[in-house]
């Protein structure tokens, strides 16, 4: 709701600013979803998490606590399960989201945008469209494993619209 409250600002800001003579470009990032999902989960916040896990886990069998070791390994399996749904785009994103919300500054920053949304479905001619992809999965510290692994996805996702 906030994304959707910031860019009507901005469309009436360009608005009021074209009717004033005035030709100005918003920049708007973009970033391809299942790149970043990938990266998430290969993702030093993601091993955090699951170390926290873990660490819960070894508890939980010390303490011979069954219900919460089957609690622990439903998470995981929760957890599996929304991440392949998510690659394949029949999940939101919402939760990596939220988990980035302390980067998004540094890289509007870095690649001068107004805005951060995951796709832009229409925009004027006085929105210029910039991809914030690769910055933000320097903001996840992708490993070249991971980079190599996003680029094979982007290339095949690019090769099945192109046919």
């Known amino acids: 709701m906030k994304a959707f409250f910031r860019l009507t600002l901005i ?3 360009s608005f009021v600013a074209a ?3 005035v030709a100005q ?4 990032g973009t970033f391809d979803k299942a790149s970043i999902v990938v990266a998430f989960y290969g993702s030093p916040l ?3 998490k699951l170390k926290e896990k ?9 303490a011979n606590d069954g219900k919460k070791i089957a609690e622990l390994n439903q998470w995981g399996s929760d957890s ?9 785009g029949e999940a939101p994103i919402t939760k990596i989201l939220e988990m980035l919300q302390p980067v998004f500054p540094a890289v509007a920053a870095q690649s ?3 805005l951060i949304v995951p796709e832009l479905a229409y925009a004027g001619s006085s929105v210029e469209k910039v991809d914030v992809t690769d910055l ?4 996840l510290k992708a490993s070249s494993r991971t980079r190599q692994i996003v680029k094979e996805l982007r290339d095949s996702h690019k090769n099945a619209a192109s046919n």
């Open 80 to 88: 599996q399960e929304l991440a392949h749904k998510q690659l394949a």
């Open 46 to 48: 993601w091993a955090a």
């Open 112 to 114: 001068k945008v107004v």
């Open 136 to 139: 933000l999965l320097d903001q």
């Open 19 to 21: 009717r004033a003579g």
């Open 25 to 28: 470009t918003v920049k708007v």
């Open 54 to 62: 873990h660490a819960e886990m070894e508890l939980a069998k010390q």
């Open 11 to 13: 469309a009436l800001a």
